[in-house]
T-cell receptor
């Protein structure tokens, strides 16, 4: 089953611009994770934010979490052509195994 | 070694064939997963193995049969598949709760 929606579904920007993707989810969460997928291959973990955190940074990535609105956003600053990929949010658990439930995804195209 | 290795990368099989997908990790993770991903859709969880025991089966048809021979290996046995089963099959593993999942590059399966 799908946890929630991501918007936009697709985003096209120029190199150097910032890209913002939003994720909404339906149920209470322990953590929310963002993954990247190139050309329909494997997913790569980008960042994990726990339910008691509001903001997290990793390099050019900034993630926010608003549990009252059940939403999260991923900001990629100073985008590069190599950032072109699909980005998925996924809700996870803090104990035991991770039953990740993915959002619908955002397809990002960064043009040189 | 933070890699999850899946074989084969591509597989074409007839509806009467029996084939197996293989997945291997050497990160000491005790949770392993199979996901199915259709084109332009998010990954959907199929099975979870925790400590080599099947913990979750997301109502997957019996023509898909998972197996966990040991803590490093995960197989997915396929039999009598339908064309609509054509998809990217992703294997993943994770450590204890609240951590990221590591994904393999997937097996692109085509059923003819």
């Amino acid at each position: 089953s799908q946890q929630g929606e991501e918007d936009p579904q697709a985003l096209s920007i120029q190199e150097g611009e910032n890209a913002t993707m939003n994720c909404s989810y339906k149920t209470s969460i322990n953590n929310l994770q963002w993954y990247r997928q190139n050309s329909g291959r494997g997913l790569v973990h980008l960042i994990l934010i726990r339910s008691n955190e509001r903001e997290k940074h990793s390099g050019r990535l900034r993630v926010t979490l608003d549990t009252s609105k059940k939403s999260s956003s991923l900001l990629i600053t100073a985008s590069r052509a190599a950032d072109t990929a699909s980005y998925f949010c996924a809700t996870g658990q803090d104990t035991g195994f991770q039953k990740l439930v993915f959002g619908t995804g955002t397809r990002l195209l960064v043009s040189p | 070694d933070t890699e999850v290795t899946q074989t084969p990368k591509h597989l074409v099989m007839g509806m009467t064939n029996k084939k197996s997908l293989k997945c291997e990790q050497h990160m000491g993770h005790r949770a392993m997963y199979w996901y199915k991903q259709k084109a332009k859709k998010p990954p959907e969880l199929m099975f979870v193995y925790s400590y080599e025991k099947l913990s979750i089966n997301e109502s997957v048809p019996s023509r898909f049969s998972p197996e966990c021979p040991n803590s490093s290996l995960l197989n997915l046995h396929l039999h009598a598949l339908q064309p609509e089963d054509s998809a990217l099959y992703l294997c993943a593993s994770s450590g204890e709760g609240g951590t990221e999942a590591f994904f393999g590059q997937g097996t692109r399966l085509t059923v003819v």
